[in-house]
């Protein structure tokens, strides 16, 4: 019998761990790598760029709450990882990222395509580490991916490309990785918590990404507190559906009545969520939180309270002993001020008789209802964010993947890849911004390659949206944000997509049917107004002053036609 290489025991743990898929790009360092998944039962999926590889990794470790594997080779292609695994990183999702490294005796004297990526990796993992021999390996593949799956997070091994190919001096282990522990604070804290509550008369609730899996205790604490929810974006998937309670989110893309609900309360309780914006927080009220994560408590306000624990096993614990209250008033008053703002976002999103104008809102909307019950939606960092959070309704089925902690650009693609490996017989839509689209283009013949039917939604509105939006917002005049684009449907349908150009509203339904049912990927290509305005939920006189600022800029510029374009856009519906 043959000795096991190292690349060869790599391969035999992750399929141990349950690892099906390991993204990447080949290169000479990964060789040993690559040869001994393709003889395992790991598949090795070939990507054109390896952040693509990370972020697609990423999009599977969200959906399945297990372990996903990217790789990349020495150098430059180890580096690629860097930007999809900070995203990994910051959503939380446990990936195990394999950076292959130059021959073990140049190491130190400026080799060829030389980095130290244990030091690169450092800010994005919880755990990164060389492995220089083999004796090396078992400790350390070990411990990366047991960081990555108890911590939830990045795990990183950096190995030489000379090293896995050297005999393995370990058998496979009988155990990998952990399961979820439960945590939940201390009955002492437990007490406070409830004292705080009952002592409370006007109680809104906060949920983020933390609250997967605890949809039906959350609800039933909301109608003992009588206490609106607010959610934050991550938090939409999980909160948003089936809630009575609900009064939509807050912050930048949020909803009037969120900020309004977070506002006028005298006790805030945040669920699992590290909502970064302090200005969106009340400043009077009390706060309590409940987080997981040590670091979270109290990192954007001042607490009255912090309790670490998980908030599925924590309400579970908490729920007896809170006693039904029974004026509503502050629940009503939410309730009543998220009716009309819902009504408000709802007639932004339907077509203006006899224009051609194609409104993004009008795009999300028909998506939302034209999709599957169990459809998997990536969202692009920018405008689409925005449209997804506002009018992509959820059911419990559903699911959104995006960039929404680390904010990257050209997201949503790339999850889509991971998400349809993931789930092959499901839906996966990817709700794309031309900026983002083209940036990582070449991801874009992946999808034939690997023959993945992901539907791309491409809001083609020739310009970085977001960035142009802030500029205005601040003042200053909107540059470098013009986007010459293509015919993205042609484009798709010379690569083997099928494509389809929309340029009428009334043309936008029956293409978005053709192309949801099509038995393989497509693009739509929608274009979509430039000049769109997304409201914050509460406008100050600064960010009316600076816009007002920006419109005479614009006049002074020679830009009044710009301007006479925002009006017929946004006034004229």
């Not at 003889?39 to 996903?68: I, K, N």
């Not at 394999?98 to 993992?125: R, V």
């Not at 607010?230 to 999980?238: A, D, F, P």
């Not at 004026?327 to 998220?338: P, Q, T």
Request: hydrophobic letters at 45%; one cysteine or more.
């Amino acid at each position: 019998m043959m000795a096991m290489s190292s690349a060869e025991y790599v391969a035999k743990v992750l399929e141990l761990a349950g690892v099906r898929h390991v993204y990447g790009v080949v290169g000479d360092s990964l060789n040993g790598l690559t040869d001994a998944f393709r003889r395992s039962s790991v598949e090795w999926l070939h990507m054109r760029h390896e952040e693509a590889a990370a972020f697609a990794a990423g999009a599977e470790a969200h959906l399945t709450g297990e372990l996903a594997v990217c790789a990349g080779s020495c150098g430059p292609g180890n580096l690629h990882l860097i930007n999809g695994l900070f995203d990994c990183h910051r959503s939380g999702v446990p990936v195990l990222a394999i950076a292959s490294h130059i021959p073990s005796s140049e190491i130190g004297i400026d080799y060829f395509q030389a980095t130290h990526p244990e030091n690169l990796f450092k800010e994005c993992s919880h755990y990164v580490e060389l492995v220089s021999n083999p004796n090396q390996l078992p400790q350390v593949l070990g411990r990366a991916i047991r960081a990555a799956v108890a911590r939830r997070g990045v795990g990183v091994v950096v190995i030489p490309g000379d090293v896995s190919l050297k005999e393995a001096v370990a058998e496979v282990p009988r155990w990998v990785a952990p399961a979820k522990p439960i945590l939940h604070p201390s009955l002492k804290d437990l007490k406070r918590l409830t004292n705080l509550l009952k002592d409370a008369t006007r109680i809104t609730i906060f949920c983020g990404a933390g609250c997967a899996g605890a949809h039906d205790e959350v609800v039933e604490l909301a109608r003992r507190l009588k206490a609106p929810i607010v959610h934050t974006l991550r938090g939409k998937e999980y909160m948003e559906y089936d809630n009575p309670y609900d009064v939509g989110m807050t912050g930048l893309v949020g909803f009037s009545s969120g900020y309004a609900a977070m506002k006028d309360c005298d006790t805030l309780l945040l669920l699992g969520t590290d909502f970064p914006y302090r200005q969106f927080f009340p400043k009077h009220a009390k706060v309590a939180q409940i987080d997981v994560r040590p670091e979270a408590l109290g990192n954007r306000c001042p607490l009255d309270l912090g309790l670490i624990g998980d908030v599925r096993e924590t309400l579970q614990i908490l729920l007896p002993s809170i006693p039904e209250k029974t004026d509503s008033s502050h629940l009503d008053a939410a309730l009543a001020h998220y009716g009309k703002a819902r009504e408000g976002l709802d007639e932004l999103a339907e077509p203006r008789h006899g224009s051609d104008v194609i409104h993004p809102q009008y795009v999300t909307k028909l998506v939302s209802e034209l999709a599957t019950e169990d459809a998997i939606f990536t969202c692009d960092v920018g405008t689409p964010i925005l449209w997804t959070a506002r009018y992509l309704k959820v059911n419990g089925k559903r699911r959104i993947v995006g960039s929404f902690n680390h904010g990257s650009m050209a997201n949503a693609m790339l999850h889509a890849i991971g998400a349809q490996v993931a789930f092959p017989d499901r839906q996966v839509i990817s709700m794309s911004g031309d900026g983002g689209f083209a940036m990582m283009m070449g991801e874009f013949l992946t999808l034939t390659q690997l023959e993945l039917p992901v539907k791309i939604i491409l809001l083609n509105n020739g310009t970085l949206g977001f960035v142009e939006m802030e500029m205005k917002a601040n003042g200053f005049l909107d540059s470098g944000c013009d986007l010459i684009n293509p015919n993205f449907a042609q484009m798709a349908n010379a690569v083997g997509v099928k494509g389809i150009r929309v340029e009428r509203s009334e043309d936008l339904r029956s293409a978005l049917i053709e192309a949801l049912s099509h038995d393989g990927p497509a693009l739509v290509d929608v274009v979509s107004a430039r000049q769109e305005l997304a409201m914050p939920p509460k406008t100050t006189f600064d960010e009316a002053y600076k816009f007002g600022l920006f419109m005479l800029k614009a006049v002074l510029d020679g830009r009044g036609s710009q301007l006479v374009d925002l009006a017929k856009v946004n006034l004229l519906r």
